[in-house]
């Protein structure tokens, strides 16, 4: 079934820790992008990339970092984990149209205590 | 700075018709999107205005004012499976998408 892949679903991480979130897409979009959904808050973009090679810093970029080696995939690092990266993140793609809407993953809760 | 303003919560009754507002003050406007997300469950895309006025998809209608900065998704003949949160989103002049908070509808029987 074509769409989104992340993983892992679930996470429970100790402070100070590395963490990669893997993202994966099959639909061949250029664009994706990661964002974090906290309670109350809007979701909120983290990094995004236009096309393979190429990443760029959303409204909350520091503690993460991106890599696009190629169009399918879209990892998310946690260098150093702290407790405020406690949150549901999401990976996204979109396609080239007009509309441009976006197509998410499942989503990985990851908890940092 | 960038605002998308929507109700937290609203509480609607099976078979009846709901409207979700959102008024937003951004950087330019290049779209405005509705998404429909379950508890537990990524957001679904629902609708996509760019121009003023009403789009209607089946149950699902989505209306634009550019010139007053709101729009509203209208949910008719609601189902109990329409118990989710509704995020409108505008992007800007920089193709970025803005997100509300989102909208908590609660349908009761």
């Known amino acids: 079934i074509a769409g989104i892949t992340q993983a892992p679903t679930s996470q429970i991480l100790a402070a100070g820790r590395r963490m990669t979130l893997r993202c994966t897409q099959d639909?061949?979009?250029?664009?994706m992008y990661w964002y974090r959904q906290d309670l109350g808050l809007g979701l909120r973009l983290i990094h995004y990339?236009?096309?393979?090679?190429?990443?760029g810093k959303g409204e909350v970029p520091d503690g993460y970092s991106v890599s696009r080696a190629n169009t399918d995939d879209f990892p998310l690092t946690l260098a150093s984990a702290v407790p405020s990266q406690t949150s549901v993140y999401f990976c996204?793609?979109?396609?080239?149209?007009?509309?441009?809407?976006?197509?998410f993953g499942e989503g990985s809760r990851l908890t940092v205590l | 700075g960038q605002n998308i303003d929507q109700p937290t919560e609203m509480t609607a009754t099976e078979g009846a018709i709901v409207q979700i507002n959102c008024t937003y003050q951004?950087?330019?406007?290049?779209?405005l999107f509705w998404y429909q997300q379950h508890a537990g469950e990524a957001p679904t895309f629902l609708s996509y205005?760019?121009l003023d006025g009403l789009e209607e998809k089946g149950r699902f209608s989505s209306f634009l004012s550019r010139s007053k900065g709101y729009s509203y998704l209208l949910l008719k003949e609601l189902q109990m499976k329409d118990s989710a949160s509704y995020l409108c989103?505008?992007?800007?002049?920089?193709?970025?998408?803005?997100w509300g908070a989102g909208t908590k509808l609660i349908i009761k029987p």
């Open positions: 996204a793609s979109s396609d080239d149209t007009n509309t441009g809407e976006l197509f």
């Open positions: 639909m061949r979009h250029n664009a």
């Open positions: 990339s236009n096309t393979a090679g190429t990443t």
């Open positions: 951004t950087s330019g406007f290049n779209g």
């Open positions: 205005n760019v």
């Open positions: 989103a505008v992007r800007d002049s920089n193709y970025q998408l803005i």
